[in-house]
């Protein structure tokens, strides 16, 4: 099936490679902006409040941690399809 | 060990003058020959190390422990800040005064995932143990048998159910939909994600490593491309302290995850 793409995209565009990879840039677009949210928000907390750091510290790696897995799981899918 | 590096030095492939393409390193670098085999069983690189990096924390802990005095000694004060630092940091933080039992589970885990993730640096090891699938999904089963565990023994069989699937206070036309996700979320996801986020880490990080060190040897001929070369290896050394820190990082992640979820299980009904 992706073969078959990758074809009907070469055929179409006359780019040659593998769709996968422009599919995981995708993939990894959303998980960006969600990890950069939660840096970006912890940082702005920490400074507010530097007092509660361990608190915000450990929360934002938690964050970070389920935003960051969508992008890995990007990273999987092609790994799980084409066995 | 077939390793692309040592298959590059092997075939020898420059840019110039041959102009052979440029041999990207892919899943090979994740296959080892077998060091030995009894019978179907093949004894791996990424074994050895799993069973080095046992060795190290069960050797470690276990002389830091052995005689503790009430004034340390050197190798007993390392291994107090090591607990401590799980048991303060991570199990208090987390799961409050009934974490302090979970403390050697979650640092057993900690430092075992953490000495997987070092040797992906270490010389000659070079290989991050857990880019192996299995690892992970091994160290995630033993993390959801806990939590599974201790929801049904704080709330018995069928609260123990209602626990993992039900939010109370929903309006009723939402509660079907909700249940298939919480249980969805908490009995499968739950563990695949766990497992898959060391894993993935682990293995674009040596990816990574691996991808610029060849392209380094790949590029290094007499001519401008030397420059591009060195650029490589300035990158493939940056990728490594990079790596440094994901290490900790994933092994710190995978325990506050797993204390997370233990003390979900834990806390009464929501």
Partial sequence: ?83 | MSSPSTTLLASGCHITPSGCGFPAPGLDSFNFKPIFSIGSFHFTKPMLLALICMVLVVGFFWTAFRKPKLVPGKLQLVGEIGYNFIARNIAREVIGKKGDKFVPFLTSIFFFVWLMNIMSIIPLAQFPVASRFAYPVALAALVWITYMYLTFKTHGFVGGWKHLTIIEGLPKPLVPLIVVLEFLQNVITRPFTLAVRLWANMFAGHMLIVMFSAATWYLLTPSVYALFSGGSFVLAIGMTAFEVLIQFLQAYIFTLLASLYISGALEEGH
């Fill in chain 1, 1 to 83: 099936m992706s073969a078959q793409l990758v074809d009907l995209a070469a055929a179409a565009t006359g780019v040659k490679g593998n769709l996968g990879a422009v599919a995981y840039g995708l993939a990894a677009i959303g998980p960006g902006v969600g990890i950069g949210l939660v840096f970006g928000h912890s940082i702005e907390a920490m400074a507010r409040q530097p007092e509660a750091m361990p608190i915000i510290r450990q929360n934002m790696f938690l964050g970070f941690a389920l935003c960051e897995v969508l992008a890995l799981l990007g990273l999987v899918v092609p790994f799980i399809f084409t066995a």
